[in-house]
């Protein structure tokens, strides 16, 4: 039988499917999205937003559909090169020069993945070119979470180009649409504005590779109908999953409909598929709610500490850091200090950041040494064996830092394998922070990466914890490697880092780590598969925290986000900086012997108040209740999911004079409960305000009338404890 008798045929098929109307549901308990097929074969979306109460109603949206012929059509996976007459999600060149590609539906499945976990495949066939794309959608029902992903696969004679491959496209039809987005730099992240969006695009992307996340973070949110409210309105909260260069693409059509295209950015990234080849998409993820984002915030950290998040469920290390103490300026004596000085604040392990290795060229600064994982024999001449040794002896855990994607021209891994690096080949290198690049599309490359690690755990079974920088974007565009499918790098590069977690992962399930990259450079769901938590930001001065808290906090639950406690800020007391770091997963880096006695003492006893309640912070409900943004004051607080414990942050930041306070507001608690309130986290002799301290509250008088927490001091912390009464 010939190919174009089996192409007739195929064909034939397709069009008796599509005379059926398939019509396709994905929901949650809370959202629906609806595909359907038209005559001309290809599949649309039908609808998208609250489920329906009667199932029967979805019919009736039937008769909206048109023929679907025209480029104004909701397809769900449009391509370019046909009648798409605004962004497609999918561009190709196939063997003979043609750049078009006709979807056409072909069959669906739907699987229990878990009674909670459903996941829906759907397959698209172009007619004449033997080519695929699957779609995948998996629901999770109670947490009211989408995740979506694309397949692409074909069977022609050669490789052929694929320029675009979105994870998604959603379509909506309102009146006006906001955009929220999250954009900054180092030390500066997650600035949250919003926008509105009219005719034409507005894309949201970065270029940068490795550090991807420096300058916009790969998450937005978007009213439908209005600008994003905390506890009102319909807002779309959407994030990729994926450790390098993305891009959302929003744009309002002629008719003000808004397509949202999410995925990898496919700048310099026309990938070279060959035939019988998948490539996979990473996943969008993605809520609807109708009750702003505070709800939709919440689904979201729920969904992560059940499904995404490493050890979603479990514990997190409080810590001290070395770094503001010595810098590079240490040694064995010295670290064995700090030791004991960890085991006397109360912290769970000692952290030993950057300095520590290298020997031709020793690590005295940044701006050599990397990639020469050895223990400097002339600060540490007993290696690392001796420092985890010495802090179990003093009764605390150890933790170490690494970069091991990176490496510094001044290296001996540079000097033996110049050619295990990106690095343009024929101009001028281009550094960011003195280093360079290791090429992780390289299997060789993988294999040293994951020696690096699996030296290091083999050697020290009882290290406790991996900080892993990434302190570089990639700034000179060339593989060795890869040779003549350079426009693959970018892709194949996060892909290379997967390999080389999955197989830590793999080996050593319980290790935590921590995701750093300069700072936010990489702040993402996939990431997170592989790393109990992340660093938000170098800018560790608490005011700033706020700001930046309160943006991570949209997407991600308290313990994924490090929070430490510095020197950062002198017009801030320690009591103000401890108490913005316990809203995270609480660390030190400070040098704790520069404090005075009164101040160590309130840091030991805020340690134990964050071990005793740090279960309701880890897994508890989070309510934003007054935004930084919004003036001189910010609160917070989260809920057990029993409603019996509670705690709530209450922050002056920078108070007018005489300016009219009003109360705080308490949410999520049980309107029929009575709760004891006390405030916690007091400086030595400090007494609680009286004025509330003690007494007890219904929980529908803490919500609805709230207490009086704020103040007209300067840089004024509160923290309090609600407990219900028996």
């Known amino acids: 039988m010939s190919k174009k008798l089996l192409s007739i045929l195929f064909f034939l098929a397709v069009i008796t499917l599509a005379a059926k109307s398939e019509t396709i549901h994905i929901a949650t308990r809370e959202t629906e999205l609806v595909l359907q097929t038209a005559q001309n074969g290809r599949l649309y979306q039908l609808y998208l937003g609250p489920r329906l109460a009667v199932p029967d109603d979805y019919s009736l949206l039937t008769a909206k559909m048109k023929s679907r012929s025209d480029g104004q059509a909701w397809e769900a996976y449009p391509v370019s090169g046909t009648e798409t007459y605004f962004e497609p999600a999918f561009g190709i060149r196939h063997n003979d020069g043609n750049q078009a590609t006709v979807l056409q539906y072909v069959s669906h499945t739907a699987k229990k993945v878990s009674d909670d976990v459903t996941e829906t495949t759907i397959i698209l066939k172009d007619v004449l070119y033997p080519v695929q794309v699957k779609l995948y959608y998996r629901t999770f029902a109670k947490d009211n979470i989408i995740e979506s992903w694309t397949e692409i696969s074909h069977t022609e004679k050669k490789p052929v180009n694929i320029s675009q491959y979105a994870s998604s496209m959603l379509y909506w039809k309102r009146n006006q649409y906001f955009l929220t987005e999250f954009s900054g730099d180092w030390a500066k992240e997650v600035n949250m504005s919003t926008v509105p969006l009219s005719f034409g695009k507005k894309v949201v992307d970065t270029k940068l590779g490795a550090r991807a996340n420096m300058h916009v973070s790969p998450f937005f949110t978007v009213g439908l109908g209005g600008a994003p409210r905390e506890n009102e309105g319909e807002v779309l909260m959407g994030t990729l999953a994926w450790t390098g260069n993305f891009r959302f693409t929003f744009e309002v059509d002629n008719e003000n409909n808004l397509r949202v295209v999410s995925g990898i950015n496919p700048y310099a990234s026309d990938y070279t598929l060959d035939p019988g080849k998948v490539f996979k998409t990473p996943s969008f993820i993605f809520t609807l709610s ?334 934003r209740l007054v935004s930084p943004y919004d003036g001189n004051h910010t609160a917070m607080m989260y809920v057990s999911e029993s409603r019996k414990q509670a705690i709530v942050y209450a922050y002056d930041v920078f108070p007018l004079f005489s300016e009219n306070l009003v109360a705080v507001k308490c949410q999520g608690l049980d309107p029929a409960a009575k709760y004891r309130v006390k405030e916690i986290n007091l400086m030595p002799g400090a007494q609680p305000d009286e004025a509330f301290n003690g007494k007890v509250y219904s929980g529908d008088y803490l919500m609805k009338i709230g207490l009086d927490l704020f103040t007209s001091t300067k840089l004024h912390s509160r923290i309090l404890e609600l407990e219900a009464a028996e």
């Open 290 to 623: 109708g009750q702003g984002t505070g709800k939709g915030s919440r689904d979201l950290h729920r969904w992560a500490r059940n499904y995404q998040l490493k050890d979603g469920k479990g514990d997190r290390l409080t810590l001290l850091n070395n770094w503001e103490a010595t810098g590079f300026d240490f040694n064995e004596q010295k670290l064995h200090d700090l030791f004991t000085e960890a085991k006397d604040l109360g912290v769970d392990m000692f952290l030993l950041d950057d300095g520590w290795f290298a020997n031709k060229y020793p690590r005295h600064s940044d701006t050599q040494g990397l990639g020469d994982w050895q223990p400097t024999t002339a600060k540490l001449p007993n290696g690392v064996p001796a420092l985890v040794k010495g802090a179990k002896d003093a009764g605390v855990k150890f933790g170490i830092w690494i970069e091991p994607e990176m490496v510094s021209q001044k290296s001996e891994l540079f000097e033996k394998h110049p050619d295990w690096v990106i690095l343009l080949p024929n101009r001028e290198r281009y550094y960011f922070r003195n280093q360079l690049v290791l090429d992780l599309s390289n299997p060789a490359v993988q294999e040293h990466v994951f020696g690096v690690i699996d030296h290091l755990m083999t050697e020290n079974p009882q290290l406790a914890y991996l900080k892993w920088d990434c302190n570089s974007p990639i700034t000179n565009i060339y593989s060795p490697y890869l040779k003549d499918r350079q426009n693959n790098l970018y892709v194949d590069y996060v892909r290379g880092l997967y390999k080389v977690l999955d197989r830590i992962k793999e080996k050593y399930p319980n290790l935590p780590m921590m995701l750093c990259s300069g700072g936010g450079g990489r702040t993402d769901y996939e990431g997170l598969r592989y790393f109990t938590e992340f660093w938000p930001s170098d800018n560790t001065d608490p005011v700033q925290r706020l700001f930046i808290q309160w943006g991570y906090s949209q997407f991600f639950p308290s313990k994924a986000i490090a929070a430490h406690v510095t020197s950062w800020n002198h017009d801030a007391n320690i009591k103000f900086r401890v108490d913005v770091a316990m809203q995270g997963k609480l660390g030190f880096d400070i040098n704790v012997k520069g404090m005075r006695p009164e101040e160590q003492a309130f840091c030991k006893s805020a340690v134990a108040n964050y071990e005793r309640l740090k279960d309701v912070n880890y897994n508890g409900d989070q309510y």
